[in-house]
């Protein structure tokens, strides 16, 4: 297995994302172990803004393309890519195909054979994939993570969560460039987005690693929010006016593993609301609640001081995310986005293609988050019938055992350290 | 019509719960509109122990059996039955028709035909049936309901809501009298108690009047918490030790609605945690988010201050209680338990007795709320199948109008009325 001490990593797609993530976090790392060596975008301007961008932080200038094709031909070792939904699946076989470590930006597919061709192309290729779920890397997802590996939590039987995430003036904002959510709005009705919350759940449940998701049955409200909010706050003469929306305001989702453990996800992002992942773990002896970023320990907090009575639980997140801060957030003061977990997320995928090594969020896993978008819409289109979850590791899932996820910096991740417990 | 100025009332059922509802709520009530004239259960301690108490507060001493139908035979205009979830039914049914007007306390069914036989006894007979859902006149809940009522919440997409109250302590303490769950929790695996979480609901989706129940889907977790709290707090030689748990942890259910509302509910009552209803409705401008006691509304409250960053909306619950304070929490101070919301819920039992009239929350309602835990059960044991939700009203829905559910006291309920306002 190599190891490299620098590699070259080209970048496709340089939109929103696209563009944050290579001249900010990425050109963060050119002074550690990172060549910014390609870009890409379809659109010459955002290509040329972001090449500018990076000159002017005095890194050389990358080679420059249009065309996708032209970017896996260059000598990277591996490629970061951020274009659109409907895109990045084939952009990321193709990249396989040239051995290249792949990195792949969060989203779902539009049909499950997707999902078997990243498969397929791993396995015959051996080339490695990345998911860049960022929020595995969040702070109370982490914080979470290590109580449950002490033991705090007990055993784990249900996890909830959601991308609840108010877009209406997002989605509704572009001019000329529409924003992709809007087509996948009037066409499809499911859970187009679940990796934010299912993701960190997967490394509690271990998913693919001893435990897999089973079936998934998919619910959708009646879609009002949109056409509400472009009635209220468009012009009447807004084309945006005439549009019918397929996709329910609030998706919920709900997937049953092989060993015994639930799960309910919510796609939620055509009504007003504060944002919140609502991440949730609960376990036999004590549970963490993200909504109200509240820590309930058996033995320690009273049931009435909850919601019902004092409140105190609110907000007590912060005193157990000092408490049981995990290594990664202890060790290393993130730089760039997202309140730093795109610093982690993106370190453990270079750190994971300088040893061309098996990433912490592998293929399987990538294959497992992406198809849920699929069983979603299916489901709903069916009436909630529960989907099978097809199985991509084959069988091997109850032998495989994961990586050290959480560990891409070769930590010493033997807690509970004393000097962890502020 | 008539209209009684005062009515004679039955108790059946003393336990815990009726001996409070009897001795303390309805003794309250006495020098108002209501006469205990007969009490009931089939334990005579139980009966003697509740008559000294009315003695004891200077109330006539009421008929006392420990035989429900010699208490059926009494002259009383009305029966409150709180016994068993496995009696409660026939006992209504037999009191219906023997003309008594009927208060019946919460619970699922075992069989969906139950359902139907109080349907076809009121349709039979004539004689009415209250559902005793206090959690319908919850503070939290009628704010909520006069805020949709007001428009301020705009169209309400989803509502969702929970039965979350860790019961291990109280299910595995009774010594000889075994607790009532426990044998439910042994043999079945199902949400045996969704009335708190939806009731509140359907009034806010006008269920049974404009719209109904169409599926339920229901998904259990695994069941740990039970017998790893056995494990950690009994005796090593408790008969307790030797029991399995058929009923999961967690119980996650999904109703879809005729005019394309979604629920979700959860029973979650054998894990530690705080006390909450999560009652949550999600509106095109606005929500209540039971869990952190949050409203949020467009244009008053901005993204960022929830939980993702300054958490400033957490508890402002209060704040809107005031602004919103429904008229029945406004013109009357509840007495006695659970925080007021009993009083209310039987004294809308009581007003609506008095004129004989259909009450708030009818035998189409109770039907509705109690067939959920047999539809949960077959769906769970289907691996989540969506089940079809029957129409107990046989098409009547689509054309029936609620009563002025939360106006037994004939409040004149034209609100925005500016003395509700602080």
């Known amino acids: 297995m190599s190891n490299k001490e620098k590699i070259k990593v080209g970048f496709i797609g340089l939109g929103g994302r696209g563009s944050g993530v290579c001249s900010d976090t990425f050109a963060d790392m050119v002074d550690m172990d990172v060549e910014i060596a390609a870009i890409c975008d379809f659109f010459e301007e955002r290509v040329n803004t972001i090449a500018e961008k990076l000159v002017g932080k005095n890194i050389p200038k990358p080679f420059c393309t249009t065309n996708y094709k032209e970017l896996l031909e260059q000598d990277i070792d591996a490629v970061v890519i951020l274009s659109s939904w409907s895109t990045h699946i084939d952009i990321a076989i193709e990249a396989m195909e040239k051995g290249i470590y792949v990195g792949l930006e969060v989203g779902g597919v539009y049909a499950m054979?997707?999902?078997w061709r990243l498969i397929e192309a791993h396995e015959r290729t051996g080339s490695q994939l990345m998911f860049l779920e960022n929020c595995c890397y969040g702070q109370r997802e982490l914080m979470a993570l290590r109580m449950f590996r002490e033991g705090v939590f007990g055993e784990v039987v249900h996890c909830s969560g959601?991308?609840?995430?108010?877009?209406?003036?997002?989605?509704?904002?572009?001019?000329?460039k529409k924003h992709y959510r809007l087509g996948n709005y009037i066409n499809r009705n499911c859970d187009t987005y679940p990796s934010h919350d299912v993701g960190p759940m997967m490394k509690i449940l271990d998913i693919n690693n001893g435990n897999r998701f089973v079936t998934l049955s998919s619910f959708a409200s009646c879609a009002k929010g949109l056409k509400d909010y472009i009635k209220r706050h468009k012009e009447p003469d807004d084309p945006l006016q005439m549009l019918e929306f397929k996709q329910g305001d609030v998706i919920t989702t709900v997937i049953t593993c092989?060993?015994?453990?639930?799960?309910?996800?919510?796609?939620?992002?055509?009504?007003?609301?504060?944002?919140s992942r609502e991440f949730t773990v609960r376990g036999t002896k004590g549970s963490y609640f993200g909504l109200c970023d509240a820590v309930f320990l058996e033995g320690e907090h009273d049931e009435f001081e909850g919601s019902a009575k004092g409140h105190n639980l609110y907000k007590n997140g912060n005193e157990f995310a000092n408490r049981y801060c995990h290594p990664l957030w202890h060790n290393y003061t993130p730089r760039g986005g997202h309140g730093g977990m795109d610093w982690h997320v993106f370190r453990a995928f270079v750190e994971s293609a300088k040893k061309n090594a098996r990433p912490p969020i592998d293929v399987y896993d990538a294959a497992s988050i992406m198809c849920l978008t699929v069983l979603s819409e299916q489901s709903i289109a069916k009436g909630g019938a529960p989907m099978d979850v097809p199985?991509?590791?084959?069988?091997?899932?109850?032998?495989?055992?994961?990586?050290?996820?959480?560990?891409?910096?070769?930590?010493?991740?033997?807690?509970?350290l004393a000097e962890y417990v502020f």
């Open 113 to 115: 054979n997707d999902c």
């Open 391 to 416: 199985d991509f590791t084959r069988g091997k899932w109850y032998q495989r055992k994961d990586i050290d996820f959480d560990n891409p910096y070769n930590l010493d991740r033997q807690y509970p």
């Open 162 to 176: 959601s991308y609840s995430h108010d877009l209406r003036s997002e989605i509704t904002d572009g001019k000329e």
């Open 258 to 275: 092989a060993n015994g453990e639930t799960i309910q996800l919510t796609l939620d992002t055509t009504l007003p609301r504060f944002y």
